[in-house]
Each structure stands twice: as C-alpha cells, then as structure tokens.
C-alpha cells in the first residue's frame, strides 16, 4: 500500500517519524512538494511527488494534512480513485466539504505524539485502509458519526492543555528547589500514571477517586483551592469553547 501525504508541516513530520519507527518502508511513502517534504525526502528515502496530481495517481491512501482552511481547494480537482481512501486530519472540515468522489473520506485527528507511535487517534467513518495507516501511529478509535467524532475531537486540544500542566508543575517544582530534570520526569511520569490507570481498570472513576482521595489528606487539600478557584467550571467551558469553534463557521 502507497501512503502519500498532501501538506507536509507539523504534523505530518510527527505522522512520518511514527510511520518509520513503525517499520514503514519510507519508499512506500509519497509527499507532496511543498513545505518540509524535500529536506524529509532527502533524509530518509520517502518518494517525493513532482506536484498533488501526481501525489494522488501515485497513492492508495492520501492523508491530507494542510491547514483547515486551505483543505477544501486542496483536495479539488484531483484525479481521485474509486479504489482511493483520503484520511483528512483537519480540524474542523467536515465530510461534506471533501470533494474527493469517486475516493471515499475519512475524518482523523492523530496528535504529535504519533511521532512514538503512541497517538490515541480517533476516525470516522470506519473504514479498514485507514484504520491499518492510522494504527501503525497508537491506539485507533473508530467513532459511530461525524458528530461524535467532532465531540472527541475536543481532546485534541485537551492534549496540549495537558502538557501545560506538567509544564506548570514541572516549573513550580523547581522554583521550589527541585532539579528540573527529575521535575520534568515525574510530572510527565504521573500524567501518564493517572491515564493509564483509568484506562485500563473498569471501575467506575468516581469510586477509584474516592479510594484515592484520603478525607483530610494532601489530595484533598488541593482539590478544595482547584474548586474554589473555579477550575472544573473553567476546564468544562474550555471544553465548550473549543466544540463550539469546531462546529462553527469557517
Ligand atoms: N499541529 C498539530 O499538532 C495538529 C494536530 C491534529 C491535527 N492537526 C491538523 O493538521 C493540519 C496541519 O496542521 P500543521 O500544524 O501541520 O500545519 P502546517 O505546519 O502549517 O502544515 C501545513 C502544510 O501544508 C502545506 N500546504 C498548504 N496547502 C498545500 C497544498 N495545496 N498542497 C501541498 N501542500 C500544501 C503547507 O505548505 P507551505 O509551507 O508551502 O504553505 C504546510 O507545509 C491542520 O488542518 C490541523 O488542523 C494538527
């Protein structure tokens, strides 16, 4: 199977780094000729596509990566396939604005941690040549509509909000006389320990918090300031804000 990749900028430079720690053969991989595709040709052997027509009439699966706002006139008057599949991780386009008849669409939303092979990648519709790509980058999750799939789109954003909190943590740490290295090392440490603990035990989340949060204790203290400070309202209208500006206007 031929991967071509159309907008090669942040992300797609994430997805690649994954396709080859995945084992990906890079000359199974087209790029289209604009922003870091050359210099990523050069470096690791992917086949460098002389413009996007020759990108699509080259590939099985084209991911298309631009920014939302250019993806619509990206994608048109392409020599799409009926054979074809068209994995579009932009934020925020809907289906129906991916003109790529006869080829069938599919919505993703990896993140850049892809680049690990360890994006928890949500898509839709389910469709198997896609779910095969997006697979090799993390844990695929299949959704059941493009409605939900825009809800669970509000975690790609959750993803940074998260980072700036170990950032946050890390940082406090050491103006407390922490040495940052080891700052760093346990927050990212503890975020992963929390996720992955809820993810792989089916109790419910509010009993395992109840077991953890020891009346009087250290996590009480500071859940009662998060509180007060407004921080679950804050997180929910965050939430909010960022599925209201997905289903909203261009
Ligand atoms: N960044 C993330 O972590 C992340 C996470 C999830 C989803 N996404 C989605 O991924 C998409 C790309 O985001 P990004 O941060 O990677 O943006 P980016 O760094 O700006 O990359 C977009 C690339 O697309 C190229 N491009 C634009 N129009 C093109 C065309 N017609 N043909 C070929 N190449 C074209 C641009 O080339 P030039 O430089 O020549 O303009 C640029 O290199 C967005 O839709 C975003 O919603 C991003």
Request: glycine letters at 8%; hydrophobic letters at 45%.
């Amino acid at each position: 199977m031929i991967v071509g990749i159309l907008g090669v900028g942040h992300l797609a430079t994430s997805m690649l780094a994954g396709f080859l720690r995945s084992g990906l053969d890079p000359t199974a991989i087209v790029l289209s000729p604009r922003g870091k595709a050359a210099a990523l040709c050069a470096r690791h052997g992917f086949r460098l596509a002389t413009d996007n027509r020759d990108l699509v009439e080259r590939s099985d699966v084209v991911i298309v990566a631009v920014r939302p706002a250019h993806a619509p006139d990206a994608v048109a008057g392409l020599p799409w396939r009926k054979d074809q599949v068209v994995v579009s991780v932009c934020a925020g386009v809907p289906l129906s604005r991916f003109a790529v008849a006869p080829a069938r669409a599919v919505r993703a939303m990896p993140f850049t941690a892809s680049e690990i092979c360890a994006s928890p990648t949500i898509y839709f519709p389910d469709i198997e040549q896609a779910q095969a790509v997006l697979d090799r980058l993390g844990p695929s999750i299949a959704l059941a509509s493009e409605t939900d799939f825009e809800v669970a789109t509000v975690n790609a954003a959750v993803y940074g909000w998260v980072q700036d909190l170990i950032r946050k943590t890390a940082e406090w740490s050491s103006t407390q006389g922490l040495d940052p290295a080891i700052g760093r090392r346990l927050t990212a440490l503890t975020f992963v320990a929390a996720g992955r603990l809820i993810e792989e035990k089916d109790q419910p989340m509010d009993q395992m918090l109840e077991e953890l949060v020891t009346p009087g204790g250290i996590t009480e203290r500071g859940l009662q300031v998060l509180s007060a400070r407004g921080v679950p309202a804050a997180w929910e209208e965050a939430c909010t804000a960022v599925l209201d500006k997905l289903m909203g206007p261009d």
